[in-house]
């Protein structure tokens, strides 16, 4: 039986996150962390940056979803929009993967 909260990821319990692009619940170790520095959102690699987080699968397309529906707002509790062009050009950079979905 699934315990709350968690997922059977590889036979071992896994945190889940949802994805503020396309809301799919995924594994945390499969999607991008997220946090905001004033004014931009930026890509925590390390997992160690102060604020509160987002998750986002590392794709362009969750990316784009996520700007049309103005998640990043919303998910960092702050007023107007945010810059998220350092994220873009982290996802541009060779980093891109396919958005898995739950089948």
């Excluded at 709350?4 to 503020?20: F, I, M, N, S, W």
């Amino acid at each position: 039986m699934r315990r709350h909260g968690k997922l059977e990821y590889g036979g071992l319990a896994a945190p889940q996150r949802t994805c503020v692009g396309c809301r799919v619940r995924t594994a945390k170790s499969e999607l991008l962390r997220l946090v905001r520095v004033e004014d931009q959102v930026v890509p925590d690699l390390r997992g160690r940056l102060p604020g509160r987080g987002a998750s986002l699968h590392p794709s362009t397309s969750c990316l784009e979803l996520a700007e049309r529906r103005r998640a990043f707002p919303r998910a960092f509790r702050v007023p107007g929009p945010l810059d998220v062009s350092r994220v873009r050009a982290h996802l541009e950079g060779d980093h891109e993967m396919s958005c898995r979905t739950p089948s």
